[in-house]
């Protein structure tokens, strides 16, 4: 999805409900392109799209500041606050009437949500896969971002658990996954998935959060 052009943004969304998912900082030793070709600094949103009269041709794209700004603009999005894991918490957040404004996330979350939209964002920085979100990550993160003060499904718990935990003879845990990322980023901070591990654990489902 190449957005280069503010002529091609404004075509973009003309043809594709566009929905900003994620806002999250680069770490160190992570690169990643924008939809304009352009190398990302510091911080990117990522945005979902889906063809208004062609269901099947959908997807994510990556991009920075400025495009990002333009196309929250569009939309008439405030914007996602940042989610930066190297500091207390994600604080801020362009689109609205202020872009170059800091403000804390101001929207009512559910406990449960927060931990789940902590721990996606979490695997969007550390798989540095935003542009190519597909499956549960991405349809559950859209959900959580629409809807931050609703309790997700058990089954959306169980899908990112699902997602962390990988197939087959491929096991992990969220912890091992950020683990390696903290080698280089020694400031990333400690999570709690204490609730959705309650919830996976009357379950009898073994929690891949922990």
């Known amino acids: 999805m190449l957005c280069r052009y503010e002529s091609r943004r404004i075509e973009i969304v003309k043809k594709y409900n566009i929905t900003p998912i994620a806002h999250v900082k680069l770490l160190t030793g992570q690169e990643k392109k924008s939809c304009t070709n352009d190398k990302l600094e510091d911080k990117y949103y990522c945005f979902s799209y889906v063809h208004k009269k062609n269901k099947n041709d959908s997807g994510t794209f990556d991009c920075g500041k400025y495009a990002a700004e333009h196309f929250l603009k569009l939309l008439n999005h405030e914007g996602i606050p940042l989610f930066n894991p190297l500091s207390s918490e994600g604080t801020s957040h362009v689109g609205g009437a202020s872009n ?20 996606m964002n979490l695997l969007i920085i550390c798989w540095n896969v935003s542009g190519n979100l597909n499956g549960a990550l991405r349809d559950v993160k859209k959900k959580i971002e629409a809807n931050p003060d609703k309790e997700p499904s058990p089954a959306n718990i169980k899908s990112i658990n699902t997602v962390i935990g990988g197939r087959g003879e491929e096991k992990r845990k969220l912890s091992d996954i950020v683990g390696k990322l903290r080698k280089d980023n020694l400031t990333l901070r400690e999570y709690s998935f204490d609730l959705i591990n309650d919830i996976l654990d009357k379950q009898n489902i073994p929690s891949n959060f922990i």
């Open 100 to 119: 170059t404004d800091e403000t804390r996330d101001k929207r009512e979350w559910n406990a449960v949500a927060k931990e789940l939209s902590n721990a």
